[in-house]
């Protein structure tokens, strides 16, 4: 039974030096680093508890030094390789348990307290070597080393109930078997009235139950982290998005100053100066009155009035201030009707459902919208009717233009219609849209989510 307990936790420490190498090489993970090492150190402690490799390496270590000198120097090499990998342990658990992060100056010392007994340790065992003391090595073992790992052992887990994440309950649970199999082991060994045969078999089934539990605590423990991995790729990724929409936003508001600058200056500067134009042909009419002069002035001041009222129009178009006076739906209405006026299409405008509140940013967008599908009906299909609906049905407003014209190509739908402004206010709102084109005619279908809509200052 103790070869088959051997057997089975040989064979644990090599596939977990294995899995930590992997670990580490693929999570970057330092903390599987010593891992690695406490699992290579602990199979050399192992092998060395196998009779036939335990007189093998003494039989190799008398021939170069002598017998006598073969067997001080194993029994505290023994103990010395006890001494490494229990340290590694007591690294990796501390950084598995994340007290690195949560309690830096306490996980400093302990570390420090770790590589002060390993060197310390280190060279007791040469001093006791070469007084050939090997004894008073195991006492130093026993009554020093010991204790010290204790003391942090029992800190370290109250301190991991109180800092660590969930994952700790698998390791802490595999953790107090191992250490307390290896205390039975311990004492069994070197205490000869308790009466224990195979002692050491208590070690191994520790090894095996502490790999077991950490098993379970190392699959949560990567559940966490790529948990944790995920979260700051969503993070950087809105972060992202935030940034393109403040782009976008910055963009429309300013395309917005934009055509109000324009429809100022077009208004007050060049409707007035054509208005002047017009008085000044008055005045000169009056000087130099004449049938001829009166037809042509006449006709000058009809061009002129054609001018002053598409300026107007035009003006209009590019900063409807309908929709601060209006409303979304009146300012959709009043310029349906403009453009049936204008240009003799028939556009029927219909609202459905309960209006409700919209912030005036998104009546923009929205009205831009309707503004540049309309015009792209009026320049390019040939439609002699066309629908523009409205549906509210909250949180969702469903936007309808359709025609009867003669409709278009893909190619042209992105190249020659001028979609790309739409593009950018429906992306603004995470909008979703559905084209259809045939020879009966166009329609577009889009659908608003209000509440997908980023929030703007």
């Known amino acids: 039974m103790e070869v088959f307990v051997w057997n089975m936790a040989i064979s644990f420490q090599l596939l977990f030096i294995i899995i930590s190498g992997v670990i580490f090489i693929y999570l970057r993970e330092k903390s599987f680093k010593f891992y690695s090492l406490y699992n290579f150190f602990l199979l050399l402690y192992l092998m060395s508890r196998n009779d036939d490799y335990y007189n093998l390496f003494e039989g190799a270590v008398a021939y170069l030094f002598g017998a006598q000198q073969a067997d001080v120097f194993v029994r505290i090499l023994n103990f010395f390789i006890q001494i490494v ?5 007591s690294i990796f658990a501390l950084y598995f348990l994340d007290l690195d992060k949560h309690i830096k100056k306490y996980f400093n010392r302990v570390v420090l307290i770790l590589k002060i007994l390993g060197l310390l340790f280190l060279g007791f065992g040469i001093v006791c070597y070469f007084l050939q003391i090997p004894d008073f090595y195991i006492s130093l073992y026993t009554f020093l080393y010991l204790p010290v790992m204790l003391t942090i052992f029992i800190l370290s887990v109250l301190k991991a109930i109180r800092y660590s994440g969930k994952h700790k309950n698998f ?3 595999g953790v107090c078997f191992y250490v307390m199999c290896a205390l039975i082991s311990f004492a069994g060994t070197f205490i000869p009235s308790l ?3 195979n002692p050491i078999s ?3 089934v520790g090894i095996i139950i502490e790999t077991i539990f950490f098993s379970l605590g190392l699959a949560y423990k990567i559940k966490l982290i790529n948990d944790e991995k995920n979260r700051v790729h969503n993070l950087v990724i809105q972060h992202r998005h935030q940034q393109q929409i403040g782009k976008m936003q910055g963009l429309l508001e300013g395309e917005e100053k934009e055509r109000k600058r324009i429809a100022e200056e077009l208004h007050d500067g060049i409707a007035g100066d054509l208005s002047a134009i017009k008085f000044s042909f008055t005045l000169l009419n009056k000087e130099h009155e004449s049938e001829e002069n009166n037809n042509v002035l006449n006709e000058v001041s009809i061009i002129i009035d054609k001018s002053c009222q598409q ?10 201030s309908t929709i601060t006076n209006l409303g979304l739906l009146g300012a959709v209405d009043l310029f349906c009707k403009k453009v049936e006026h204008l240009y003799g299409i028939e556009i029927i405008f219909l609202s459905k459902g309960d209006d409700f509140f919209i912030t005036k940013t998104v009546e923009t967008h929205i009205y831009r919208i309707i503004q540049e599908l309309v015009n792209n ?6 439609a002699k009717c066309a629908h523009v609906e409205i549906d509210f049905a909250f949180p969702y407003i469903h936007i309808l233009v359709k025609d009867n014209g003669k409709g278009f ?14 593009d950018s206010r429906l992306r603004f709102m995470n909008a979703q849209v559905k084209k259809d084109s045939s020879q009966k005619g166009t329609s577009f279908q889009i659908t608003i989510n209000l509440d997908k809509i980023p929030e703007t200052p």
């Open 171 to 173: 390791f802490l649970v």
């Open 377 to 382: 009906v009026v320049k390019h299909s040939e």
């Open 202 to 204: 208590f070690f191994y």
């Open 311 to 320: 300026l107007r129009e035009i003006s209009h178009n590019l900063s409807p």
């Open 409 to 422: 190509s893909s190619e042209t739908i992105s190249k020659g219609i001028g979609l790309s402004n739409i």
């Open 195 to 197: 009466n224990m045969n």
């Open 85 to 89: 990998f229990y340290n590694f342990y």
